[in-house]
């Protein structure tokens, strides 16, 4: 019993050694590594992309405290998913085939007070989930919200009602416009940007 | 016998794990009090992944039982360490704070993608798009700038009516030469 108490709070000079030394390292060759490769690496808007974000950083504390992991390999592992992520941005800039595979596109949940309950029970949204994202965006009145939309990221963002009626930051957002749409003019009429 | 082991393998390692857990998270504040908030901040390369390390090494301190209070204190003090030398160099050295926040450069202006910044920077249209929908703006005439940040971060500027962004002359000025 005394030795699984002691374990708790001293595992041996070798695990010490290991977060100093290598966990040192490690965050050295981290930093390298992301120089190298751009802070495109850090990015968090895609589904893709937050999760790698993610990933490198649970991959640091990794090496700092699991002794079975070396410096090599743990370095191995970061300069592998930083690969990828470069490798998944270059395709998908090239390939429409290959973006539509790793960035689900942003689809309309709500638009001017409709929501959209099909979509919504697709991606298994409830009105709250919406609402919430209003209010994290500080819009409490339901009139000051123009839309709502479930971004490649898994986020929720509620857009401000625009005064013109233009939406040209929605263009690529999926059932956008939406059909039978109440406003009078249509939105994609008045886009410098089409 | 193995299923039992599942849902439950004694009472050492449950114990290992409130203890170690609410004892590394008294550490990781003490630490982080010392070192400053500054380790938190999340605009230069690498600290976002940083306070997803700090946060993952609690929980691998708390879950993993050969791993001990001493060991975690030591990782979490060796980062901690690190990224506060880092602070302090790149503060003097011009050459090592490039190496660190490689620049923030303008992605977006008035209403037009900068194509040559994009892709120096491999920034997807759809990124930048996203982020303005992020700050709630409907309309794209309404944003000045999108800045792709040294973090790694996009942010948004608001139109300036007189056509004047102090906050950007810099970096303007760098991508007309």
């Known amino acids: ?194 | 016998v193995q299923i039992r082991e599942l849902l439950f393998q004694n009472w050492s390692v449950l114990l290992h794990t409130l203890i170690v857990s609410a004892l590394s998270f008294v550490v990781l504040v003490a630490l982080l009090r010392f070192f400053g908030k500054k380790m938190l901040l999340t605009t230069s390369a690498g600290s976002f992944a940083m306070t997803v390390a700090l946060g993952n090494a609690l929980a691998t301190a708390a879950l993993d039982e050969s791993i001990g209070l001493a060991e975690t204190t030591t990782g979490f003090a060796t980062l901690m360490a690190l990224q506060w030398v880092l602070f302090k160099l790149t503060s003097r050295s011009k050459w090592l704070e490039g190496m660190t926040r490689s620049y923030a450069a303008v992605v977006f202006f008035e209403g037009k993608l900068l194509p040559e910044a994009m892709r120096l920077q491999r920034v997807a249209p759809d990124d930048i798009y996203a982020t303005i929908r992020q700050y709630g703006y409907p309309e794209l005439e309404q944003v000045g700038a999108v800045v792709f940040e040294s973090s790694g971060k996009l942010s948004v500027i608001p139109h300036s009516e007189d056509g004047k962004y102090p906050v950007l002359e810099a970096m303007l000025k760098e991508a007309k030469q």
């Open chain 1, 1 to 194: 019993m005394t030795e699984a108490v002691t374990q708790m709070f001293f595992g041996g000079w070798q695990g010490i050694f290991h977060a100093a030394v290598i966990g040192g390292l490690a965050y050295v060759g981290f930093i390298v590594l992301l120089h190298f490769f751009g802070k495109a690496m850090l990015m968090e808007t895609s589904a893709a992309s937050l999760v790698m974000t993610t990933a490198l950083g649970s991959g640091l504390a990794s090496i700092v405290l699991v002794e079975k992991i070396s410096l090599v390999e743990g370095l191995a592992g970061f300069a592998m998913i930083m690969a990828l992520q470069t490798a998944f941005i270059w395709a998908s800039a090239h390939s429409a085939k290959f973006k539509r595979l790793l960035r689900e596109p942003p689809t309309l949940v709500y638009f001017h007070g409709r929501f959209f309950e099909r979509i919504m029970r697709q991606n298994g949204l409830t009105r709250a989930d919406i609402y919430a994202a209003m209010r994290e965006s500080g819009l409490t009145n339901e009139n000051d919200v123009g839309a709502v939309v479930f971004e490649s990221n898994g986020a929720l963002t509620a857009i401000r009602r625009s005064p013109t009626g233009v939406y040209s930051a929605l263009r690529h957002v999926q059932d956008f416009p939406p059909t039978g749409l109440s406003t009078e003019t249509d939105p994609f009429s008045q886009l410098p940007h089409r």
